[in-house]
């Protein structure tokens, strides 16, 4: 099993960037396919950005496309989530999870590990 944690989270103006770190043990990330999901209040769950088994082909949400970068360090066994041009509409709880499946499921049920989340807040 994998273990996944988050950072990097907080608090940042509208424009702004922020990094988010999800570090993963117990397992090497290179035989998941890891995604980042996120839940604002009041909404459910959903889909950011995920890179599969191999490293190649990164997804995103079409409301994070051009935004957000997704990338994984094989030696650091890490995901991260590079956001940039950030809006209040991308303020929510963003979880880092982990899937057997080889290409990125959209859907937060296919995946089978999860961090804890960590609060992004974007202010106007």
């Known amino acids: 099993q994998v273990q996944l944690v988050e950072s990097g989270g907080g608090l940042v103006q509208a424009g702004g960037s922020r990094r988010l770190t999800c570090a993963a043990s117990?397992?090497?990330?290179?035989?998941?396919?890891t995604g980042w999901l996120r839940q604002a209040p009041g909404k459910e769950r959903e889909f950011v950005a995920g890179?599969?088994?191999?490293?190649?082909?990164?997804n995103y949400a079409e409301s994070v496309k051009g935004r957000f970068t997704i990338s994984r360090d094989n030696a650091m066994n890490r995901v991260y989530l590079q956001m940039s041009s950030l809006e209040p509409e991308d303020t929510a709880i963003y979880s880092c999870?982990?899937?057997?499946?080889?290409?990125?499921?959209?859907?937060?049920?296919?995946?089978?590990?999860w961090g804890q989340g960590t609060q992004v807040t974007v202010s106007s």
């Open positions: 890179l599969n088994w191999f490293g190649r082909t990164p």
């Open positions: 117990g397992r090497t990330l290179r035989t998941y396919t």
């Open positions: 999870a982990a899937s057997s499946s080889v290409v990125v499921p959209m859907s937060d049920n296919a995946y089978g590990y």
